[in-house]
């Protein structure tokens, strides 16, 4: 009675701290395209969110203390979604994108007119991994490959080499990561048109020579909306079966497949932190502290092009540095206390507490674009090309503008962002202590082992609110 009474206030006590940032007072805060400077301090949010994810840690390490091992392993309910609705909402995909890869090649060349643009880092990059951290990885099922794959009853001749794992992956979201990032023009839409073709080209290419398997280890999105759907309590994920495509429906939530085998080599591992670093690094290069160490005056900057080859060293050693810092908390935690042996297994077992971490900051990060470019985006795709075609009532839609949201949405904004991201270390906490737990039944080794990683959960914390806090360049 006592043990369940406990159990009850550590989760209670965990939820409390998830939303206790959006519930305090106004701060200072910097939220939408470079919009608003709020003038009040903002070191009560950033101090709040590193200790509601200390506490967390400290609520977990008295009060969850029994774990079934064995019941983290079990199998999810597994489904198959039916090969026709696969095909169809593939193929259909493949249609919507070459409609707007045509407007991206002929329409107009403004990027706040041209649909491609908007679809692509708003609707889908921000409001469709939105949708995929709610109702499972359906990019198995919308994937604009699949479909004319299996379309075509083609077999492909080589096997997928396993022993390449994420790597492809990570290479490829590097690459994207570069072109959105660093790339002078990545709104511009012919030039986005044309990554995007050579994208799908490369991409489709490796899945007549490999089959399915290129998808769920070689093409960098199936990996991502696979790690970002790995939280919902609806796992869709591509199966090879008799050399064709399928997916699988798995019901159950992420604490229940902890014996699965998503990410568990250093390839996946490398995935995750190139993900993660990729968005801290989108924060951190549009502050004035990166544009100090570039010895560039923010009031004279001189755009992308000027800033190419250090964002671009700035983009590899952000993902060095966070891996240092990963190797830095599991070989004195995990690895030296014994809870897990070899080191290399220890980083794998460990790498998905850190995921939360990353859709946390690409939905906080996002955010704003969505509500300022949603509207845009929406007005852009009923007249793609720019020829007045108006499907919408008169005065339904405006284009949006980060001007016009007003200081008591910024800072709404702002609350939702903060607790997004304090939300997304309290999951990384939990899930690195249920996954210490589920290694052995010494309560007190479990938890001496995730302190290191717990004090990197908290340091981040830190840096993601500063990250989130402070004014930025354009």
């Known amino acids: 009675m006592v043990a369940r009474f406990a159990r009850k206030v550590g989760r209670h006590t965990i939820s409390v701290l998830a939303i206790l940032p959006a519930l305090t007072k106004t701060a200072a805060a910097h939220a939408g395209e470079g919009g608003e400077i709020l003038l009040l301090p903002t070191r009560f949010y950033i101090l709040g969110g590193a200790l509601a994810v200390l506490v967390s840690f400290g609520v977990l390490a008295l009060f969850h203390r029994h774990h079934n091992a064995r019941s983290e392993v079990q199998p999810a309910a597994s489904r198959a979604a ?38 692509v880092w708003i609707l ?187 964002n671009t060293f700035g983009l590899a050693a952000g993902i060095a540095v966070l891996g240092g810092l990963y190797v830095a908390a599991i070989a004195p935690g995990p690895y030296r206390s014994g809870l897990v042996s070899p080191l290399s297994r220890a980083l794998s077992l460990f790498i998905l507490s850190l995921a939360p971490i990353s859709i946390a900051y690409h939905l906080a990060h996002y955010l704003p674009s969505l509500i300022v470019g949603f509207p845009s985006a929406i007005l852009a795709l009923f007249d793609p090309f720019g020829l007045g075609w108006s499907l919408l009532p008169q005065g339904t839609l405006h284009a949006g503008s980060s001007m016009g949201l007003g200081g008591d949405l910024v800072v709404m904004i702002y609350r939702v962002q903060t607790a997004i991201i304090v939300a997304g270390h309290i999951m990384a906490t939990l899930m690195a202590h249920r996954t210490a737990m589920a290694q052995t039944e010494d309560h007190g080794k479990a938890v001496i082992s995730q302190i290191p990683l717990a004090a990197l959960m908290v340091v981040y914390t830190l840096f993601g609110l500063w990250l989130l806090s402070t004014p930025q360049i354009g």
Not at 90 to 106: I, R, Y
Not at 178 to 189: G, K, M
Not at 210 to 222: I, K, V, Y
């Open 124 to 310: 889908w990059w921000m409001g469709f991994t939105l949708l995929v951290v709610v109702a499972g990885n359906v990019w198995s099922m919308v994937n604009p490959w699949i479909g004319l794959y299996e379309l075509i009853q083609w077999r492909a001749p080589l096997r997928y080499p396993e022993y390449l794992g994420y790597l492809p992956a990570s290479l490829l979201f590097f690459g994207f990561a570069w072109f959105e990032l660093i790339y002078p023009t990545p709104l511009d839409p012919q030039r986005l048109a044309l990554a995007m073709t050579a994208y799908w080209f490369i991409n489709f290419i490796a899945l007549l020579l490999f089959g399915p398997r290129w998808l769920a280890r070689g093409e960098a999105f199936s990996a991502f909306f696979a790690m970002a759907g790995s939280f919902s309590p609806l796992r869709w994920r591509m199966v090879e079966q008799e050399s064709r495509a399928g997916v699988s429906l798995n019901i159950g939530w992420r604490g229940r497949r902890l014996g699965g085998d998503d990410f568990s080599d250093l390839t996946g591992t490398l995935f995750v932190l190139v993900t993660l670093a990729a968005v801290s690094f989108d924060g951190l290069s549009r502050t004035f502290t990166w544009a100090g160490w570039l010895e560039i005056n923010p009031l004279e900057f001189p755009g992308r092009s000027a800033v190419i080859w250090p």
């Open 82 to 119: 039916p090969r026709g609705i696969v095909l169809m909402l593939s193929l259909m995909s493949l249609t919507v994108l070459v409609l707007l890869l045509w407007a991206g090649f002929a329409g107009k060349p403004n990027p706040l007119a041209n649909p491609l643009p908007l679809f």
